[in-house]
């Protein structure tokens, strides 16, 4: 089978048409499709890059905190948690009991972050994991440390 070929403009390789996106555009009522000037690679390590920027970090938290909003948005979230939960039960029932012992009191939350000190988003870590007999073994970290310290893990 004979496929076109196109070279990408930001490495230089020549490659089949099905390694660039198809962009699909529109020029004086007339809709047309075209394709990328950047291969498939080149574009998700260009979009990589730019997400680790500031502003393009910012866009792309103003862009999910809208889509949140969305009945598109909820239903995938839902769904997406409704999957965890499925996937991971022992993960389950380990953070709703420790969440449950909190709120009668049996466990004491702390106001800071055992790493940094921080008091905003302070989060129960299961550092022993999430089986039956280290269920209440937790640390109490902020969302940031608490990020690290499952990427450690993991």
Known sequence: MITDTKVCSMCGSELGSDEFYKKI????????????NYCKSC????RKKWRSTEHGSAVRKNWYNNYKLTVNGKMKL???????KKRYPQRTYARNRVSRFVKLGKIEKSEFCEVC????NIQAHHYLGYDTEHIFDV???CSKCHR???SEIT
């Open 78 to 84: 839902t769904e997406y948690s409704r999957e965890g």
């Open 148 to 150: 690290k310290a499952d």
């Open 139 to 141: 640390k109490w970290l």
């Open 117 to 120: 000190n921080s008091d905003v």
């Open 43 to 46: 574009c998700a390590e260009y």
């Open 25 to 36: 555009g529109r020029y004086k009522d007339k809709i047309y499709t075209n394709l990328s």
